[in-house]
């Protein structure tokens, strides 16, 4: 059964992250707002628990495309590698916001991700989830929710997100209604920036 838990973005319960960060640390999943839509995250350095992403998402972990959710742009650059100048000014002009950034993974990714030459960051502008990965102290591997009949309510309404997902993850952490829009995802690897998805957010380049 899965816990709702509810907590005000103007001023997160300090009592309430740690709660969740316990379950994040023990291998559980949680759901939680993001500046965009709801995300399914469970703790970058637990194997089990991104497992259970990969087979919810009925995927090989191997083979699974998950976003990093860090703090900040210093908790960014331990697991993206070759950061020049360029890139790192389009990182501080649109962060934190709405974007997934596609960059060269680092040495510091856990093992299951050492195969894969890229990563997927994200810096939400949403106080929740900013307050949990700063007590993690690691940042949240990441998927947002989606409905298979994309019924609208479904990825907005934490009750009904909390309802349909009771049995497979451990807490749904209720920030009020989220986005039904995704995060504009851009690649930064080759140098020039490619907008591989539109979503939310004014890019600025």
């Known amino acids: 059964m899965a816990e709702l838990i509810k907590i005000y973005e103007e001023n997160p319960n300090p009592k309430e992250i740690e709660k969740i960060v316990k379950v994040l640390k023990k291998g559980g999943l949680i759901i939680y707002p993001t500046d965009t839509v709801y995300g399914l995250g469970c703790d970058i350095n637990n194997h089990t628990a991104l497992e259970k992403i990969a087979q919810i998402k009925g995927i090989k972990l191997e083979n699974a495309n998950l976003s990093f959710i860090c703090e900040n742009l210093s908790n960014l650059s331990e697991y993206?590698?070759?950061?020049?100048?360029?890139?790192?000014?389009?990182?501080?002009?649109?962060?934190?916001?709405?974007?997934?950034?596609?960059?060269?993974?680092?040495?510091?990714?856990?093992?299951?991700?050492?195969?894969?030459?890229t990563v997927g960051i994200r810096v939400p502008n949403n106080s929740i989830c900013q307050a949990i990965v700063s007590k993690l102290g690691?940042?949240?591997?990441?998927?947002?929710?989606?409905?298979?009949?994309?019924?609208?309510?479904?990825?907005?309404?934490?009750?009904?997100?909390?309802?349909?997902?009771?049995?497979?993850?451990?807490?749904?952490?209720?920030?009020?209604?989220?986005?039904?829009?995704?995060?504009?995802?851009?690649?930064?690897?080759?140098?020039?920036?490619?907008?591989?998805?539109?979503?939310?957010?004014?890019l600025t380049l």
């Open 80 to 117: 993206a590698k070759q950061i020049d100048n360029n890139t790192f000014k389009i990182l501080k002009r649109n962060l934190p916001g709405p974007y997934t950034f596609i960059l060269h993974g680092s040495n510091n990714l856990p093992s299951v991700f050492k195969k894969k030459k």
């Open 138 to 202: 690691n940042p949240i591997v990441s998927t947002s929710i989606k409905d298979e009949d994309e019924v609208v309510e479904y990825t907005t309404d934490p009750e009904l997100i909390a309802e349909k997902w009771d049995k497979l993850v451990d807490i749904v952490v209720d920030g009020g209604f989220g986005d039904n829009v995704a995060s504009t995802v851009i690649d930064l690897t080759e140098g020039e920036p490619e907008v591989i998805r539109e979503g939310k957010g004014d």
